[in-house]
């Protein structure tokens, strides 16, 4: 009969480096031989994290050719569509997850079609399955129909059983002495329920089978649809995700222009410390959460970095600068996709760890590998409910239970993925935006964004009471003007300021003049600036500059202007740049020492006098570090074609061609020697004498003596296991000498081999390890 | 719709371009739920806030109108958070009612039980809550009424109160319409007030709130009891009274400091209902001295907090709300809210003048640079001192000067706040002085005076801030203010807001000392008026010829 090593060897090339691309762990470190290809393919680990990743339904699927093999033996796909209970619409979805199943070589097709599990599979599902009790319980084989007691049943029999039915398969004992115990009782005398201690009875498989009526499952696990979402306008969404779009960005430009000016310090541990997060929130005007979370954005994105001093500060990177000469948008898919890809939780800032520290943003603790998986599950199922749909965080974590059925995110991950992709704008109104959609099909979320960017606006409303309103999206040459000169009132489709003395001030500090802020405004106004505004910025130029400040490093001061004029102009005193800022007062720009020593050297008497007074303008440096390559996240590492394919031709070399038949392949050893397919093999004696051509391929390919790969070893006995053949196996004892014997494996589980010897009739367990060497023994 | 003429921002503001084909329609439709807070001349804007939204519940306007208005008139797409936020607000309103039970009396039942539970639960309801009846409703003591409506408001669950009104004692009161009616917009007034129960009628100073009152009076036809701020005003409600309805003298009281009359219908001032003796009120006994049918309250944002309290207890009587904006500068606005009842009628100023109802007025702020010695002066003064300083600086009278020689042959008001300054400036104008310590007799004469044109121009301390009617004032000039109150301002501005008689336009002067708090203070003010829609400009005392 057929193999999976046999099956997977009859593969094609371009089959082969899907299976690989699907299951990239069976690529890492590269396979030598399609046996040991097959014996990772098999193993528990890998197993384990192939059905980790499979919907409920290919699960479905394969509990149900579980069930059926042992019941009518390898079922065909047709038989799993009925007996999952699928309707016709739902047929194909279920062809569809055999389908995946077959493609991940979770299952295997016969020559004929019929479908087996691929060796391992069946442990690795665990126990119960399809809400069956294991087997073994009760008379598994007993002839008959179980349920034919039945129509004797005292009432409520039935009522019990149906209970049980669809599983799980084990019920409480009621109380005795009522009539629900009598009836349980009267149902475990009859075989169709069996105690499974004091408290709790169970419905043996062949009842539960029998009352399912040949069906494995009461119904197909479909993917939930989500027809009850919420649908939203197009146009709100659109609006909503371009809105937090370019909140976000401004807000992390925002964040670098403070940064750059006051970088805060980085703690100890690695992180920002709590004062000065809530100082960062409060500047930005939003909470501490979402402050949290665009340092994060902005760190991920590489635009902040620790700058590596002696005592370190978080500052803008070298990036920074070229991010924020650019449009919006392309800023914006910058930080989309930095916020894809991060492994950062930001939702966890702020809360307390097991020690009870609080922990802080940009603590390197905060990275977590399965984060970004997270983040593109939970685009991928806001992607695929219908367009508009706004999806809740429960009906995504049903999604994702349907999706991932071992491996469900935790709900309150997800409700922090959804607020964080609101934020950015990915979603709008709580449904994927265009934005968010072309950033996870991986195309150009830039462009997205700006398709629903609404178009800037030139033009703002200038106003008696000394407000400003842009009725739309400001252009960037105006939204300048507006961050120079007035302050933000409140955003949204529009934007409202107000024109204030400080914030004329400020433009007027930043070295504009009172004409060219009016002529600026005069521009952009629709209609002349109100006089009201125009006699503000007049009035404020007019007290701009009245006091003036400066940097000076020392002073003298006399009664006798003729005696200080005369040090202003003294060439020797020239090096220490003297001046006269009033006839009794000069400043130097050289220490209190050193002028006093010019001046003793002079011939002056001069006395040192307390320095209070004077003005010591520190102008911090501009600071900048390249940002650290971002490590990229390990979870998305698939292998691309090409390294798959590299590993299948490897393969290839060591492996006979793939167009020779099964048996065929088992009747030839690489080394030519022909053997009797039919024949028994060579009895274990002389083995060790290099007789290895007397053994049956492959496991003696190659080498001397023993399988060359204890993998190979394991993946013959998991088919044996399965297909309950006999192998013969050679043990290695604690001193040293091999033994050979025929036995039948029944499992191989944790480093053990249980098999039966069928002529001693016992029951062996023996550690792989001990294992040299596994031969098919064919009858 | 994408050229709408509303934007509707995500802090919850209604930006309306007034230039706007639809801004009239989308005005008025918007008017029930959101409160303007500023109307300069291009956008208008409008704030919903949940007292907004409860107002327009009580209007009979539901969630869905306002989303809809929103949506339509909107040129952007509205934030959908917001449109979640109003159909939550409005929905607490009315989900708890105040009624009449025929056995147990005043009950407060609960259309969701839930609801009934948070506030029983609540440590502010408690002693204002009797016997719990059943699932949905609960016993409440009549007295408590007013206070259990100011807690529910503070814990977000407005209670709507349907327990109906005592009718009180009848009066006969009719309207003499002869010669003159109703205008339109005063007669809707009176209908939303009545229509409603009670509640607060918004009008701008000199849209004739009086007549809106005389018009509920005449309507319940019942004893009446009028509240207001003091005893020029009083003298002023009876006067209209007398003219405008069948009330003869006799049948109006006047209880004030001086007389303490009570009549059908009685006008009592603020003051004197809150004279307090060896820490009791000592006229309270006036609120029950006769079966009021309703009780009016004039100039409602200036309610002092003792006469909230009263009227907590008064919650069976009918009560009318007058005032010219619903801003305190307490505020304690939610407190009218629960206690004299829900907005029912609001018409902003522009609207009432451009129906020529009122005056267009032009406001100018004067700057004058203070000569350097006063500067000095001001400088190196105790910051409890500057604004006086900087009020009554000298300079303002040359200034004051000019713009009276500018307006000559106009009835002229000069208003301050500080009593020496006024002195100085009467004697140097050569005018009459009226401050708090002049007799109601000698106001009167003066008033009457200024009335016919006997006297142009009229010195006034903050006592003609309120409720005294100097029909042709048509130029104010303000030397001096409370503090930047933008109320006082408002009440100011109303001085001279009467229609004139030949349509001109009124004009606002406000002398302001550059470069002191003088000038923060009247920025603040101002900022007020051009949120109105004033037209404001600044000048320079310069530029008005006045020599520094």
């Known amino acids: 009969m057929a193999t999976f090593t046999g099956y997977l060897r009859a593969r094609s090339d371009d089959e082969l480096v899907a299976l690989l691309v699907r299951r990239p762990d069976l690529a890492t470190p590269h396979p030598a031989t399609l046996a040991s290809l097959a014996a990772r393919a098999t193993s528990r680990s890998s197993l384990d994290r192939?059905?980790?990743?499979?919907?409920?339904l290919v699960l479905q699927v394969l509990e149900s050719v579980v069930v059926l093999t042992s019941t009518v033996g390898p079922p065909t796909t047709a038989q799993v569509q009925a007996a999952v209970g699928a309707a016709p619409d739902d047929a194909p979805r279920v062809?569809?997850?055999?389908?995946?199943?077959?493609?991940?070589?979770?299952?295997?097709?016969?020559?004929?079609?019929?479908?087996?599990?691929?060796?391992?599979?069946?442990?690795?599902?665990?126990?119960?399955?399809?809400?069956?009790?294991?087997?073994?319980?009760?008379?598994?084989?007993?002839?008959?129909?179980?349920?034919?007691?039945?129509?004797?049943?005292?009432?409520?029999?039935?009522?019990?059983?149906?209970?049980?039915?669809?599983?799980?398969?084990?019920?409480?004992?009621?109380?005795?002495?009522?009539?629900?115990?009598?009836?349980?009782?009267?149902?475990?005398?009859?075989?169709?329920?069996?105690?499974?201690?004091?408290?709790?009875?169970?419905?043996?498989?062949?009842?539960?089978?029998?009352?399912?009526?040949?069906r494995t499952h009461r119904?197909?696990?479909?993917?939930?649809?989500?027809?009850?979402?919420?649908?939203?306008?197009?146009?709100?969404?659109?609006?909503?995700?371009?809105?937090?779009?370019?909140?976000?960005?401004?807000?992390?430009?925002?964040?670098?222009?403070?940064?750059?000016?006051?970088?805060?310090?980085?703690?100890?541990?690695?992180?920002?410390?709590?004062?000065?997060?809530?100082?960062?929130?409060?500047?930005?005007?939003?909470?501490?959460?979402?402050?949290?979370?665009?340092?994060?954005?902005?760190?991920?994105?590489?635009?902040?970095?620790?700058?590596?001093?002696?005592?370190?500060?978080?500052?803008?990177?070298?990036?920074?600068?070229?991010?924020?000469?650019?449009?919006?948008?392309?800023?914006?898919?910058?930080?989309?996709?930095?916020?894809?890809?991060?492994?950062?939780?930001?939702?966890?800032?702020?809360?307390?760890?097991?020690?009870?520290?609080?922990?802080?943003?940009?603590?390197?603790?905060?990275?977590?590998?399965?984060?970004?998986?997270?983040?593109?599950?939970?685009?991928?199922?806001?992607?695929?409910?219908?367009?508009?749909?706004?999806?809740?965080?429960?009906?995504?974590?049903?999604?994702?239970?349907?999706?991932?059925?071992?491996?469900?995110?935790?709900?309150?991950?997800?409700?922090?993925?959804?607020?964080?992709?609101?934020?950015?704008?990915?979603?709008?109104?709580?449904?994927?935006?265009?934005a968010g959609r072309a950033l996870v099909a991986d195309e150009d979320a830039g462009e997205a964004l700006a398709a629903d960017l609404p178009a800037p606006v030139d033009e703002i409303l200038l106003q008696g009471d000394l407000t400003?309103?842009?009725?739309?999206?400001?252009?960037?040459?105006?939204?300048?003007?507006?961050?120079l000169a007035a302050d933000v009132e409140s955003r949204g489709g529009a934007v409202t300021v107000r024109f204030t003395a400080d914030s004329v001030l400020r433009a007027l500090d930043a070295g504009t003049t009172a004409d060219d802020l009016l002529t600026r405004l005069g521009a952009a106004a629709r209609g002349r600036v109100p006089q009201p505004l125009e006699y503000?910025?007049?009035?404020?130029?007019?007290?701009?500059?009245?006091?003036?400040?400066?940097?000076?490093?020392?002073?003298?001061?006399?009664?006798?202007?003729?005696?200080?004029?005369?040090?202003?102009?003294?060439?020797?005193?020239?090096?220490?740049?003297?001046?006269?800022?009033?006839?009794?007062?000069?400043?130097?720009?050289?220490?209190?020492?050193?002028?006093?020593?010019?001046?003793?050297?002079?011939?002056?008497?001069?006395?040192?006098?307390?320095?209070?007074?004077?003005?010591?303008?520190?102008?911090?440096?501009?600071?900048?570090?390249?940002?650290?390559?971002?490590?990229?996240?390990?979870?998305?590492?698939?292998?691309?074609?090409?390294?798959?394919a590299s590993v299948v031709a490897t393969l290839r070399r060591g492996d006979p061609p793939v167009s020779a038949p099964v048996t065929a392949v088992r009747a030839t050893g690489p080394a030519g020697a022909p053997v009797d397919a039919g024949g028994a093999p060579a009895p274990a004696a002389g083995r060790r004498g290099g007789a290895s051509s007397a053994l049956p391929a492959p496991l003696t390919r190659g080498a001397g003596r023993g399988t060359p790969e204890p993998g190979d070893a394991l993946v013959v006995l998991r088919e044996a296991a399965q297909a309950r053949t006999a192998v013969w196996v050679e043990i290695v004892g604690p001193d040293g000498r091999a033994d050979r014997r025929l036995v039948r494996p029944l499992k191989v589980e944790g480093g053990r081999l249980r098999a039966l010897d069928p002529r001693r009739e016992a029951e062996l367990t023996v550690a792989v390890h001990r294992i040299a060497d596994v031969t098919h023994a064919t009858d | 719709m994408p050229d709408g003429p509303l934007i509707v921002q995500s802090d919850k503001t209604l930006l309306l371009e007034v230039d706007h084909d639809q801004a009239d329609a989308c005005r008025r439709a918007i008017a029930p739920f959101a409160e303007l807070e500023r109307a300069p001349e291009h956008?208008?804007?409008?704030?919903?806030?949940?007292?907004?939204?409860?107002?327009?519940?009580?209007?009979?306007?539901?969630?869905?109108?306002?989303?809809?208005?929103?949506?339509?008139?909107?040129?952007?797409?509205?934030?959908?958070?917001?449109?979640?936020?109003?159909?939550?607000?409005?929905?607490?309103?009315?989900?708890?009612?105040?009624?009449?039970?025929?056995?147990?009396?005043?009950?407060?039942?609960?259309?969701?039980?839930?609801?009934?539970?948070?506030?029983?639960?609540?440590?502010?309801?408690?002693?204002?809550?009797?016997?719990?009846?059943?699932?949905?409703?609960?016993?409440?003591?009549?007295?408590?009424?007013?206070?259990?409506?100011?807690?529910?408001?503070?814990?977000?669950?407005?209670?709507?109160?349907?327990?109906?009104?005592?009718?009180?004692?009848?009066?006969?009161?009719?309207?003499?319409?002869?010669?003159?009616?109703?205008?339109?917009?005063?007669?809707?007034?009176?209908?939303?007030?009545?229509?409603?129960?009670?509640g607060v009628v918004v009008l701008p100073c000199g849209a004739g709130k009086t007549l809106v009152g005389a018009g509920a009076m005449a309507r319940s036809s019942t004893t009446t009891l009028i509240l207001v701020t003091n005893t020029v005003s009083a003298r002023q409600w009876r006067d209209e009274l007398v003219k405008r309805t069948s009330l003869t003298e006799d049948e109006i009281g006047e209880y004030s400091g001086t007389r303490k009359e009570v009549r059908p219908v009685t006008i009592a001032t603020y003051q004197v209902l809150t004279t307090k003796r060896k820490g009791v009120y000592t006229h309270l006994e006036l609120l029950d001295a006769r079966d009021w049918g309703l009780i009016v309250y004039d100039e409602v944002h200036l309610l002092p907090a003792p006469i909230f309290r009263m009227t907590a207890d008064l919650q069976a009587r009918r009560r009318l709300g007058l005032t010219a904006t619903l801003v305190r500068e307490d505020g304690r606005e939610d407190e009218v809210f629960?206690?004299?009842?829900?907005?029912?009628?609001?018409?902003?100023?522009?609207?009432?003048?451009?129906?020529?109802?009122?005056?267009?007025?032009?406001?100018?702020e004067v700057r004058l640079t203070l000569p350097d010695h006063e500067r000095m002066a001001y400088a190196t003064s105790e910051p409890e001192d500057r604004y006086r300083l900087a009020a009554t600086a000298s300079g303002k009278n040359r200034v004051v000067d000019s713009l009276v020689a500018r307006h000559a042959g106009e009835q002229t008001l000069v208003i301050g706040q500080y009593l020496d300054q006024l002195h100085e400036l009467a004697e140097h104008l050569g005018a009459d002085l009226i401050t708090g310590e002049t007799t109601v007799?000698?106001?009167?004469?003066?008033?009457?005076?200024?009335?016919?044109?006997?006297?142009?121009?009229?010195?006034?301390?903050?006592?003609?801030?309120?409720?005294?009617?100097?029909?042709?004032?048509?130029?104010?000039?303000?030397?001096?203010?409370?503090?930047?109150?933008?109320?006082?301002?408002?009440?100011?501005?109303?001085?001279?807001?009467?229609?004139?008689?030949?349509?001109?336009?009124?004009?606002?002067?406000?002398?302001?000392?550059?470069?002191?708090?003088?000038?923060?203070?009247?920025?603040?003010?101002?900022?007020?008026?051009?949120?109105?829609?004033?037209?404001?400009?600044?000048?320079?005392?310069?530029?008005?010829?006045?020599?520094?």
Request: charged share 25%.
């Open chain 1, 468 to 483: 400003g309103v842009v009725p739309g999206r400001p252009s960037p040459d105006l939204e300048d003007l507006l961050e």
């Open chain 2, 338 to 364: 629960s206690l004299i009842g829900p907005k029912r009628f609001d018409a902003p100023w522009k609207d009432i003048e451009s129906q020529g109802y009122i005056a267009p007025a032009e406001c100018v």
């Open chain 1, 95 to 214: 062809a569809r997850a055999v389908q995946d199943a077959v493609a991940l070589a979770l299952l295997w097709p016969d020559d004929d079609g019929t479908l087996h599990v691929t060796p391992g599979v069946t442990d690795a599902l665990g126990a119960s399955v399809a809400g069956l009790a294991p087997p073994g319980t009760g008379d598994d084989d007993a002839p008959g129909d179980p349920l034919a007691d039945l129509v004797d049943a005292p009432p409520g029999a039935t009522s019990v059983l149906d209970a049980l039915t669809w599983g799980p398969a084990v019920g409480l004992v009621p109380p005795p002495g009522t009539a629900a115990a009598d009836t349980v009782t009267w149902l475990v005398g009859h075989g169709l329920l069996t105690r499974a201690d004091e408290r709790h009875v169970l419905l043996p498989r062949r009842v539960a089978l029998a009352l399912r009526a040949g």
């Open chain 2, 43 to 198: 956008v208008h804007t409008y704030r919903l806030t949940p007292l907004g939204l409860w107002n327009a519940r009580a209007a009979g306007h539901d969630a869905e109108q306002v989303v809809d208005t929103l949506l339509q008139y909107s040129r952007y797409p509205v934030p959908h958070a917001l449109l979640v936020d109003v159909a939550e607000t409005m929905s607490r309103y009315g989900r708890l009612q105040l009624v009449q039970d025929p056995v147990h009396g005043l009950v407060l039942h609960a259309l969701d039980p839930a609801v009934l539970a948070e506030v029983t639960r609540s440590k502010r309801t408690a002693g204002l809550l009797g016997a719990r009846l059943d699932e949905t409703d609960v016993v409440v003591h009549p007295s408590e009424r007013g206070h259990l409506k100011q807690v529910l408001v503070k814990l977000g669950w407005p209670a709507e109160d349907l327990a109906g009104y005592v009718d009180g004692e009848a009066h006969e009161i009719a309207l003499l319409e002869d010669g003159w009616a109703l205008r339109p917009y005063q007669k809707q007034a009176v209908d939303g007030f009545f229509h409603g129960g009670s």
């Open chain 1, 219 to 434: 119904a197909p696990a479909l993917a939930p649809a989500f027809a009850d979402a919420p649908v939203r306008d197009a146009g709100v969404v659109a609006a909503e995700s371009a809105r937090a779009a370019e909140q976000t960005v401004r807000l992390v430009r925002q964040l670098l222009t403070r940064w750059e000016q006051s970088p805060p310090g980085v703690l100890r541990a690695g992180g920002l410390g709590a004062r000065d997060l809530r100082r960062t929130a409060q500047a930005l005007d939003v909470d501490d959460t979402h402050a949290a979370w665009l340092v994060e954005t902005a760190a991920t994105a590489g635009l902040l970095a620790d700058d590596g001093e002696e005592s370190p500060s978080f500052v803008p990177t070298l990036e920074a600068d070229v991010w924020a000469a650019q449009d919006v948008a392309p800023r914006w898919a910058t930080l989309a996709r930095a916020w894809l890809t991060s492994a950062r939780t930001p939702w966890l800032v702020g809360e307390r760890d097991d020690r009870g520290t609080r922990r802080a943003a940009l603590d390197p603790e905060l990275t977590r590998p399965w984060v970004p998986r997270l983040r593109r599950a939970v685009l991928d199922v806001l992607a695929s409910a219908p367009r508009g749909a706004a999806l809740t965080a429960d009906d995504v974590h049903e999604a994702l239970r349907w999706r991932s059925p071992r491996s469900v995110p935790p709900l309150s991950a997800i409700e922090a993925v959804l607020v964080e992709a609101g934020r950015l704008g990915v979603v709008g109104a709580g449904a994927l935006a265009s």
């Open chain 1, 50 to 56: 192939a059905l980790t990743w499979v919907d409920a």
């Open chain 2, 441 to 548: 007799r000698e106001r009167q004469r003066l008033f009457d005076a200024f009335r016919t044109g006997e006297i142009t121009t009229l010195v006034v301390s903050k006592v003609a801030n309120f409720s005294i009617d100097l029909p042709e004032a048509s130029v104010a000039i303000q030397v001096s203010g409370s503090f930047g109150s933008r109320q006082e301002e408002a009440q100011r501005l109303g001085r001279i807001m009467r229609p004139k008689a030949d349509g001109k336009t009124a004009h606002f002067y406000t002398v302001v000392a550059r470069d002191t708090v003088d000038q923060e203070f009247a920025a603040h003010r101002q900022r007020f008026l051009a949120e109105q829609g004033y037209a404001y400009t600044i000048v320079d005392a310069e530029d008005l010829g006045v020599a520094r």
């Open chain 1, 536 to 644: 503000l910025v007049r009035d404020v130029a007019r007290r701009h500059g009245r006091l003036r400040a400066g940097a000076a490093s020392s002073y003298v001061r006399a009664d006798d202007p003729a005696l200080l004029a005369g040090l202003a102009d003294d060439p020797r005193l020239a090096s220490l740049r003297p001046r006269l800022l009033a006839p009794t007062v000069l400043v130097a720009d050289a220490s209190p020492a050193e002028l006093l020593e010019a001046l003793r050297a002079r011939g002056l008497a001069p006395v040192a006098e307390d320095a209070r007074g004077a003005v010591v303008h520190a102008v911090a440096p501009e600071r900048r570090v390249r940002a650290r390559p971002r490590r990229s996240a390990p979870v998305h590492e698939r292998p691309l074609p090409q390294r798959a």
